[in-house]
Each structure stands twice: as structure tokens, then as C-alpha cells.
Nanobody, 124 residues
């Protein structure tokens, strides 16, 4: 089970840190990703990280502002979001993939397990 947390309401330019904790699973066995879905839009890839944490992949829209990291000892993945914009407003989901090792897929269908989502709202 994946549990996402850390969402909230923040002003534009502000920061939030999301966490995704795994229970009953060893997170180091999974490539992890964060996706987001805004109202009326499809779920989109935000960022992914390899099993070891050595490789990360970012959507162009968040490069330079968001940082993904993982602490396998704590079974947790983090998403640090800085310089937030109103267009970042969405429900953010963490996801785990069992197949890949050193790369993170950008298609939602590739991921096997999903957290429940946490709402991020950025006001202008």
C-alpha cells in the first residue's frame, strides 16, 4: 500500500514537500513515479526515480522546480516542489513499478500500484 501525503494550499512561488510511504512493501524493489491530475485533464507524468535513486526523470513543466528523492531505508519517496505555479494545482499520485530498474516509465499504465492521491492547490 502506498500512502501519499503533504499536499495543501500554498501561494504561487511557495513550496510543498510530498511524501509517499509504503507499507507492506519494500520500496527499494520499485521504480517510483509521481503523477498529477487536474480537473478535466488526463493524469500526467511529473517525475520518476530509479530503484537506486541514481536516475531521475522530470516532465519539462517541472524541471528546475521539483526534485524527487527516495529513502529506501525509510520506505519513503519525496517530491520537493518549489516555485509553485497555479498550473501545478492538481491531485498528486505516487505510483510504483515492478518491471523497470534503472529507468522510470512516463506512461501511467506502466505502473502497478498507486497511492490514494493528495491535493495540491496553488493560489495566484
Amino acid at each position: 500500500q502506498l500512502q501519499a501525503s503533504g499536499g495543501g494550499l500554498v501561494q504561487a512561488g511557495g513550496s510543498l514537500r510530498l511524501s509517499c510511504a509504503a507499507s507492506g512493501r519494500t520500496l527499494s524493489r520499485y521504480v517510483m513515479g509521481w503523477f498529477r491530475q487536474a480537473p478535466g485533464k488526463e493524469r500526467e507524468f511529473v517525475v520518476g526515480i530509479s530503484r537506486s535513486g541514481g536516475s531521475t526523470y522530470y516532465a519539462d513543466s517541472v524541471k528546475g522546480r521539483f526534485t524527487i528523492s527516495r529513502d529506501n531505508a525509510k520506505n519513503t519517496v519525496y517530491l520537493q516542489m518549489n516555485s509553485l505555479k497555479p498550473e501545478d494545482t492538481a491531485v498528486y499520485y505516487c505510483a510504483a513499478d515492478v518491471t523497470y530498474i534503472t529507468t522510470a516509465p512516463q506512461q501511467a499504465k506502466e505502473y502497478d500500484y498507486w497511492g490514494q492521491g493528495t491535493q495540491v492547490t496553488v493560489s495566484s
